[in-house]
């Protein structure tokens, strides 16, 4: 089933079917080695709506929600 | 010849520089820019090279500022050798950036750094295979240790010398077809300049980058010829055509991170990830976060007072024996007080704090933690109307506002830019941290001190708030921010990296501090101070305070050390609450600690957020800064301190 990124549970796997957003939201989510096709850790959600941090590719990375939302996942396992 | 280092962030650069930094190293401003490199010269194996710490770039195609500046100098034809500095834990992602460093066709050597890191997550690398496909040489290395650097240096001058170029990897067949296409309608015209490789070029117009579209742009030609090549990438692979490029080179880097590296254990139990589960809690995060800056708060007052109190007394005795040498009233008595006061400031009241809270810094630095202070603030600077990564920039600026503003460029609106330079130099630096600490926290009582740090990020959040009422943003992107492993930083590199920015108070500003110290005797002596003083006579009396400090707030324009060390010298005392008041001292420090940015910063301003902005910030600092001695001033004349 697919949801936003900002809709996976911590500590569930995801991978990334598409990111919907212009071309600066891809390119510095590229830049973390976030593309589709990749498989993300859901670590867990800051306090108060706070960014979420992900593990993707062995290193750590905080998203705010606003992005978060706009990353199309499918929940894995 | 030049080697320049590119990395991404937190791979290790600086470390590696700083192992081969000699005490030489300065730091400097690439012409044209405002973004600081540091460069060092240094002697390998008998020859002299210039070495270059670029920024940490997570790639070469970025609308970031700071990121383009790395680019440019990389393709400004002045760089020699790269070392690309590769995290080995984090192999896939780093060899997205080296492969984009191959397309620049410099010569280069991959340092795959932090082994150790790589062992213990249990992955084994390849370095011969890595080699062989790149085509560079791959040296492994550990650089807390100086592990490998011998052997990279080594590698850098074979390389030097043999001046072999290294053709980038290939992608798919049919792009590069279509590269291709657009290398040969590029190839004759020799565009743009000629330092820049075709194919990198023709990569960059297919990534749709800004920077090259419009500077192609003039070549109407060929810039028609762009778009058609583009919508054939687009049509072919049905995503976007700079989607479809970042998309290779993030296959290339995945396959051939598979085919040179093994994990043959499971990563070992890693007590930092246990760490992180209180650091980064909802509720115990925030608790440690108070714990830690209290308990660095502790440590600068504790070191500062142990080491003032004596030392202070020993100048006292000194300045005694000189008024009997030279006798009261002359000019070498004027003279020479002031040059020993400042001699004195500078060894007393500045150093015994700002040494203790450098080091401090570059070991949270090294360590890691700022970028998980980012993350617990994010959802707070949100609520003041800015982007969660203007923290930064915020917590440089207890160092120094100078780097603190030029951090906004990690920002990517003008907007948010000009907010958070403005903020940023409201926060007290390290010599308005002295000033602080030294009279406040000294005289009056640390949790006073505490007090005007807490006031301090109140009234930066209202002023936040406020401000981007007035420039609101457009709509940002949201917190995008790496949060690196855990790190002990080693002593000789926090050592070395706190010496770069003491030094640079001991070379440039106690020189200044010295003389302006000499130069307010003499004003003293020959009775100039009177009339600088009268004319801020209407503020010191606004804010009852001794009309003898006004000529101090000038000073402080220079420095703001200056305001301190001339305050023991305008009052003519070192202690100084023979002469202020608790309440006066207050209000002073207050008054200090929001007015105008000193005369760096302002030119630092003015490069960033330009003209207009400067001015603002002047303004708004300083009628903050009134406005709040006012209300000290009033507040503690009722219930005096």
């Known amino acids: 089933m697919q949801k936003t990124l900002d809709q996976v549970d911590e500590n569930r796997k995801a991978k990334v079917i598409d990111i919907q957003g212009g071309q600066g939201i891809r390119q510095r989510l590229s830049q973390m080695g976030i593309h589709p096709g990749d498989i993300v850790t859901i670590l867990r959600y800051g306090a108060l709506r706070g960014p979420i941090l992900i593990e993707i590719h062995g290193s750590q990375v905080a998203l705010g929600r606003g992005i978060a939302s706009k990353i199309l996942v499918e929940e894995v396992e | ?87 080995a834990s984090l192999l896939c992602r780093s060899l997205e950036l080296t492969l984009q460093l191959l397309e620049l066709e410099v010569p280069m050597v991959l340092c795959l750094n932090m082994m150790d890191e790589a062992q213990r997550k249990g992955i084994n690398i390849d370095t011969q295979k890595l080699s062989e496909i790149l085509g560079i040489p791959v040296i492994p290395s550990i650089a807390t240790t100086g592990k490998g650097l011998k052997e990279l240096f080594n590698e850098v001058m074979k390389v030097w010398e043999e001046k072999k170029k290294r053709k980038p990897l290939k992608f798919s067949k049919d792009i590069e077809e279509i590269i291709n296409e657009l290398v040969s309608i590029l190839l004759p015209k020799r565009l743009v300049e000629e330092k820049i490789p075709s194919r990198f070029l023709a990569l960059k117009l297919l990534e749709n980058d800004q920077f090259f579209i419009h ?191 030029m951090a906004t460029r990690i920002l990517e609106f003008p907007q948010h830019r000009f907010i958070v330079s403005i903020l940023a130099t409201m926060i007290p630096c390290a010599a308005r941290i ?129 305001s301190m060390i001339m305050l023991t010298q305008a009052l003519g005392a070192t202690q100084v609450l023979t002469v202020m008041t608790k309440t006066q001292v207050m209000v002073f420090t207050v008054f200090v600690t929001f007015y105008i940015p000193c005369l760096a910063t302002i030119a630092a301003l003015w490069r960033e957020i330009g003209r207009k902005g400067a001015l603002l910030a002047i303004l708004f600092t300083l009628s903050v800064a009134i406005i709040l001695a006012f209300i000290a001033h009033l507040l503690f004349g009722v219930f005096p301190l």
């Open chain 2, 215 to 405: 500077e192609i742009n003039q070549f109407k030609n060929i810039f028609h010829q762009v778009k058609p090549l583009q919508e054939r990438l687009e049509q072919a692979h049905g995503v976007p055509s700079d989607e479809v490029i970042s998309s290779e080179r993030h296959a290339l880097a995945m396959n051939l991170f598979e085919q040179v590296s093994k994990v043959i254990h499971p990563p070992k139990k890693d007590i930092r990830i246990a760490i992180d589960q209180w650091v980064m809690h909802k509720f115990f995060g925030y608790l440690i976060l108070v714990g830690v800056f209290y308990g660095f708060f502790n440590f600068i007052f504790g070191i500062g007072k142990f080491v003032e109190e004596p030392m202070m007394g020993v100048f006292d005795q000194w300045i005694g024996w000189l008024e009997g040498f030279f006798g009261k009233g002359t000019l070498s008595l004027f003279l020479s007080k002031g040059v020993l006061q400042g001699i004195a400031g500078g060894i007393a009241i500045v150093l015994p704090y700002l040494v203790p809270f450098l080091i401090g810094l570059s070991f949270l630095e090294d360590l890691g933690y700022l970028p998980r202070v980012a993350f617990l603030m994010d959802v707070f600077m949100h609520r003041i109307g800015l982007h969660g990564k203007s923290i930064i920039p915020f917590i440089l600026g207890y160092g120094c506002s100078v780097p603190a503003v």
């Open chain 2, 1 to 87: 010849m030049s080697i320049a280092l590119a990395g991404q962030p937190n791979c290790g650069k600086s470390t590696i520089f700083n192992t081969i930094a000699g005490y030489k190293a300065i730091t400097s401003n690439f012409p044209g820019t405002t973004v600081k490199y540091t460069e060092t010269k240094t002697l390998i194996n008998g020859t002299t090279c210039l070495c270059i710490d670029l920024p940490g770039t997570y790639s070469l195609t970025s609308g970031d500022p700071a990121d383009l500046e790395a680019r440019r100098h990389l393709l400004s034809g002045e760089v020699d050798v790269i070392i690309n500095v590769v995290d």
């Open chain 2, 434 to 562: 002295t000033i602080i600490f030294a009279l406040v926290a000294f005289f009056i009582s640390p949790n006073a001190a505490l007090a005007i740090f807490a006031l301090n990020i109140l009234v930066v959040a209202i002023s936040g708030k406020i401000l981007s009422t007035f420039y609101p943003e457009p709509g940002s992107l949201g917190l995008i921010l790496e949060i690196p492993a855990y790190q002990l930083p080693s002593v000789l590199n926090t050592l070395k990296k706190s010496w770069y920015r003491i030094r640079e108070f001991i070379v440039i500003a106690w020189p200044i501090l010295i003389l302006g110290s000499a130069l307010l005797a003499l004003m003293e002596y020959f009775g100039v101070e009177r009339y600088v003083n009268w004319f801020f006579s209407p503020l010191t009396h606004l804010l009852g305070l001794p009309v003898s400090v006004g000529t101090t707030l000038i000073f402080g324009l220079l420095r703001k050390e200056l």
